[in-house]
């Protein structure tokens, strides 16, 4: 279990603004930008998680000494 899923969501939570978003006012080029953005945004999560990793893996092997 991970410790963050005993904190509380915020109710400002940037995914869930998201994903409550009406998109039925976008044209077709805003949906378009849209999943370019989030498209983008997944490239990042990612690479920030695999620093992350990582850097964990360092850490542990560093200390395992």
């Not at 603004?17 to 997944?42: C, F, K, M, N, Y």
């Not at 690479?47 to 200390?63: C, G, P, T, Y």
Request: hydrophobic share 40%; aromatic share 2%; charged share 40%.
């Amino acid at each position: 279990m991970d410790a963050d899923e005993n904190l509380p969501r915020r109710k400002d939570d940037p995914v869930g603004q998201l994903a409550r978003q009406d998109l039925d006012p976008l044209s077709v080029e805003e949906l378009e930008a849209r999943i370019a953005a989030l498209e983008t945004e997944i490239v990042r999560t990612r690479e920030k998680i695999k620093r992350a990793v990582n850097h964990r893996a360092s850490a542990d092997a560093l200390f395992k000494k």
